[in-house]
């Protein structure tokens, strides 16, 4: 645990990739909670960097 904690520090920056998935993971427990049948896809879709990836062609 140690060896981890100290690697964790060195590597703690924070990124804007941080930020996008702690959204993403609010969005679909708020999701969740209206809708327990809910997707994870259905959220990604609703992002804009991700919402191609997911249209059918």
Do not use: C, W
């Amino acid at each position: 645990m140690e060896l981890f904690e100290d690697a964790f520090k060195v590597e703690g920056a924070i990124s804007k990739r941080d930020f996008i998935a702690n959204h993403l993971g609010y969005l679909f427990g708020k999701e969740l909670i209206e809708n327990p049948n809910a997707l994870p896809s259905e959220t990604l879709k609703k992002y804009p960097q991700f919402k191609n990836n997911f249209e059918v062609e």
